[in-house]
Structure formats: structure tokens, C-alpha cells
């Protein structure tokens, strides 16, 4: 079965630092993979996924993450936090295997970056 | 994401009452999606759709109903409200390849049943 686990609630930085937001999966095939970011009284906004290729993918915001098959990890990271990096980030995780719609989202990360 | 519109963006009902949350999009995507989101459980699909005479269930779709008016529209109603459907829905719609698709979010209704 699929499913998407980010183990930390919250993630405190220092603006100006890097800022990891982590994300492990378990799918059965070989998974794509998404990072949502949602910002207070909005709906999610796309950042990055990856399908295939290069396993470092570039995304908006200057956010980017890392496929990383043998840890089943796929964090977020960002190599200098803005206090406007402040929002609640989601995982997501879909098997194109499994032959069915199915995308499965983490419980979200709430990353606070403190000026 | 102004694309995608949600009506209401609040709502107040009571246990027992049908009531509709509307969906309109921009965008000219065929896919459209019905998500509820909870406190610590992220996001689940209730109902989605891939064109106009395509509806399928999602997770979650026991006690709700859906009806898509045109590739454009896409509503979602609770036949008889209860309040464990309490929550923030949001509808998507999406575009690419198939699986690896790119969602669109609306900008959520935030629904309580008392």
C-alpha cells in the first residue's frame, strides 16, 4: 500500500539558514513525487515534483528536493530560508503501478522562519 | 490560485441539511477533484473526475455526492449533514501526464456542521 510520511510537525529556522522539510514514502513501483506548499486562508500551490530523470529537482521559490531511492526519501530544502518561506509544506506520493488514481498526501510540515 | 473558485468560502449548517459546495475553473483541465482536509490528516480525495461523464469515488466519498455540470464546474454536496464532516474542502484540477500531473488547488470552503 502507498503511503507518505513527514515526521516533523514543525521545522523552526533562522532566516538565512538552510531549511530541510523531510518526506519518506513507501509505494510498491517506482513513485512520483510532490511538494505542496499552502499559505494561511489559501489553497495548495504547486512547487516541484519529480517523475523521472535527474534525482535533484528544481523548483519554485528556489525550493528544491532530492530522490533519494534506497532511503525512500524525497525532503525539501532551500539553501537560505525567508521569513516568507513561512507556510504549511505537503508531501505527496502517487504509484503509477498500483492502476489506480491515487495520490496520497503526508499530514504537512508547518515550517516557522524566524527573523 | 484565481483560476479555480470556491463558493461559498464559508459555511455555517446545521445536522441534517443538504447543502452545496461549488467549484469553477478556468483553467480548460478535463480532471477535477473534491478534497477534504483535517487537522493532522492532510489531505483526502473524496470524489474526482476526468471529464464531464466521468465520476469516480475517491477514499472517503461515504456521505457525499457530486455532480459535474460542465468541464468547467464541478459541485459536491452532503446529502445530510453531520458534524464529522466538519472541515476545510478544497477543489483541483489538474493537467499532464497521466499520474504525474500538476494540481490546481481552489482556495477552500470551510465548512461547519453544528
Known amino acids: 500500500a502507498q503511503s507518505v510520511a513527514q515526521p516533523e510537525d514543525q521545522v523552526n529556522v533562522a532566516e538565512g539558514n538552510p531549511l530541510t522539510v523531510k518526506c519518506t514514502y513507501s509505494?510498491?513501483?517506482?513513485?512520483?513525487l510532490f511538494w505542496y506548499v499552502q499559505y494561511p486562508n489559501r489553497g495548495l500551490q504547486f512547487l516541484l515534483k519529480?517523475?523521472?530523470?535527474?534525482?535533484l529537482v528544481k523548483g519554485s521559490y528556489g525550493f528544491e528536493a532530492e530522490f533519494n531511492k534506497s532511503q525512500t526519501s524525497f525532503h525539501l530544502k532551500k539553501p537560505s530560508a525567508l521569513v516568507s518561506d513561512s507556510a504549511l509544506y505537503f508531501c505527496a506520493v502517487r504509484d503509477p503501478a498500483s492502476g489506480t488514481y491515487k495520490y496520497i498526501f503526508g499530514t504537512g510540515t508547518r515550517l516557522k522562519v524566524l527573523a | 490560485d484565481a483560476d479555480v473558485t470556491q463558493t461559498p468560502r464559508n459555511r455555517i449548517t446545521k445536522t441534517g441539511k443538504r447543502i452545496m459546495l461549488e467549484c469553477s475553473q478556468t483553467?480548460?483541465?478535463?480532471?477535477m477533484y473534491w478534497y477534504r482536509q483535517d487537522p493532522g490528516l492532510g489531505l483526502r480525495l473524496i470524489y474526482y473526475s476526468f471529464d464531464v461523464k466521468d465520476i469516480n469515488k475517491g477514499e472517503i466519498s461515504d456521505g457525499y455526492s457530486v455532480s459535474r455540470q460542465a468541464q468547467a464546474k464541478f459541485s459536491l454536496s452532503l446529502e445530510s449533514a453531520i458534524p464529522n464532516q466538519t472541515a476545510l474542502y478544497f477543489c483541483?484540477?489538474?493537467?499532464?501526464?497521466?499520474?504525474?500531473?500538476?494540481?490546481?488547488f481552489g482556495p477552500g470552503t470551510r465548512l461547519l456542521v453544528l
Open positions: 483553467k480548460g483541465h478535463d480532471r
Open positions: 509505494v510498491s513501483g517506482n513513485p512520483y
Open positions: 519529480y517523475i523521472t530523470g535527474d534525482n
Open positions: 483541483a484540477t489538474s493537467e499532464g501526464v497521466w499520474g504525474g500531473e500538476t494540481q490546481y
